[in-house]
């Protein structure tokens, strides 16, 4: 379960991650329940998700044409940085009760274009730590195990932490945070590799990546059901103090709480992937997943009973994090060297880019019908999402099983078999 971490270079990432990330979920809860505290609006909370990660849908199709050009180790050195100083002056402003919601909307902004640039290169920097693609399985779901541990232990700290000292503590915790990863990057030792993008204009690689994804039907497949989910079901995080506070009738615990319960599914699902021993199998987890997603996220949404919620979310957050890592598996094994920071990217915005735009309407649609009826409408398009995916999977199946042949992670050995740029339609077809 546990094998990619004899990687010494992963090891490093794994310990100054997971403290990083403690101190994320912390700004992240604090965060919501400030705007809510300050503003007691459904939409404003809509608005603040919108700023902090529309970045996110703008800019990192971008990103990802550099990701293929940069030095991806340095370029996750500035970007933590970056980050770093985000929630120091996050901190300032709220110790010295200056701060205002135009605040956290600048500075939620800023964050979300140092993410834009972030998350494509620190998902295509695990192929880097790891090498092996047979590995690559394992590094991730270990990697979404870090990343989910956090979110039970953050939430629940920073809901303590918001009651005894208040949100700028949460938001100083997460700012001295930043300085393990930072530590863990300069400490590794990464060999110099070449990447073989060739160095065309932005715009034109750009249009060279989205080519290569959406021609290569399981790429648009996957980040097609990546980006409905996201746009109509993950609205439920910024929503979250309204049900907190509003609907069971609780505090800050309550809310952290909650976010630490899907945390519990979501690590759940990491321990099953990590224990399974090889990719074969991970695209029928896709539409299963998030048919599982939906429907927890529709009870979750009728439920007006604390635990109840709390299992609910819990089944959310397993249906959640089962999907995406199963997707980034499969776009990571089956795409070219030398366009993955692109596909990456195209990911992240399928994945987190299309969350500004729902949380937006979201926060807009529950002052006017309220959030039951606004994540009710969103769950049921998910799942027949997730329903017609199932019925295009023999589809998937029939693509992707050349490349997992021709690069061994199938038993077959088939020569000659055609890469995954070979397997793009050509669009006279």
């Known amino acids: 379960m546990f094998r990619t971490l004899r990687y010494g270079n992963f090891r490093l990432f794994f310990a100054g991650q997971g403290i990083s990330l403690i101190g994320t979920w912390m700004q992240y809860v604090a965060m919501g329940w400030l705007v809510y505290r300050l503003t007691n609006s459904p939409f404003l909370l809509g608005v603040v998700g919108f700023a902090s990660q529309i970045p996110t849908f703008i800019f990192s199709p971008f990103a990802g044409v550099f990701a293929d050009r940069w030095n991806r180790h340095r370029t996750l050195i500035i970007t933590q940085t970056l980050a770093m100083v985000q929630a120091f002056i996050l901190a300032a402003l709220t110790l010295t009760g200056t701060v205002e919601v135009w605040h956290i909307v600048v500075l939620g902004a800023f964050l979300g274009c140092v993410n834009a640039m972030d998350i494509p290169v620190r998902q295509s920097f695990l192929f880097e730590m790891v090498e092996r693609k047979d590995n690559l399985a394992n590094a991730i779901a270990l990697n979404a195990l870090m990343f989910n541990s956090a979110r039970l232990v953050g939430p629940s700290f920073a809901g303590v932490v918001v009651v005894v000292f208040g949100e700028g503590v949460c938001f100083l915790i997460n700012a001295l945070s930043f300085l393990a990863v930072i530590a863990s990057l300069l400490a590794m030792r990464i060999k110099a590799k070449e990447i073989r993008s060739e160095k065309v204009h932005v715009v034109a690689g750009l249009k060279e990546g989205l080519s290569y994804a959406f021609g290569f039907l399981p790429i648009r497949m996957i980040l097609s059901l990546l980006g409905i989910i996201s746009l109509m079901g993950m609205s439920y995080v910024v929503l979250m103090p309204v049900f907190a506070r509003d609907i069971l009738g609780g505090g800050p615990e309550t809310l952290g709480f909650l976010v630490a319960s899907t945390g519990v599914g979501a690590l759940i699902a990491t321990l099953y992937l990590a224990s399974r021993k090889t990719v074969i199998g991970m695209g029928r987890l896709i539409p299963s997943s998030a048919a599982l997603f939906a429907a927890g996220l529709i009870l979750?949404?009728?439920?007006?009973?604390?635990?109840?919620?709390?299992?609910?979310?819990?089944?959310?957050?397993?249906?959640?994090?089962?999907?995406?890592?199963?997707?980034?598996?499969?776009?990571?094994?089956?795409?070219?060297?030398?366009?993955?920071?692109?596909?990456?990217?195209?990911?992240?915005?399928?994945?987190?880019?299309?969350?500004?735009?729902?949380?937006?309407?979201?926060?807009?649609?529950?002052?006017?019908?309220?959030?039951?009826?606004?994540?009710?409408?969103?769950?049921?398009?998910?799942?027949?999402?997730?329903?017609?995916?199932?019925?295009?999977?023999?589809?998937?199946?029939?693509?992707?099983?050349?490349?997992?042949?021709?690069?061994?992670?199938?038993?077959?050995?088939?020569?000659?078999?055609?890469?995954?740029?070979?397997l793009v339609v050509p669009p006279e077809e």
């Open 300 to 422: 979750f949404s009728l439920s007006r009973v604390l635990w109840l919620s709390a299992c609910l979310l819990a089944v959310t957050g397993f249906g959640m994090m089962v999907n995406m890592a199963a997707s980034n598996t499969i776009l990571q094994t089956i795409a070219d060297d030398d366009k993955r920071g692109r596909v990456m990217s195209f990911y992240t915005v399928a994945f987190m880019g299309m969350a500004p735009i729902g949380s937006l309407a979201a926060g807009a649609l529950a002052s006017r019908i309220g959030v039951t009826n606004t994540l009710v409408a969103g769950g049921a398009i998910c799942f027949l999402a997730a329903f017609i995916f199932a019925l295009k999977l023999p589809l998937l199946r029939k693509a992707i099983h050349p490349i997992y042949r021709k690069i061994g992670i199938m038993p077959e050995v088939a020569s000659g078999m055609n890469t995954a740029a070979e």
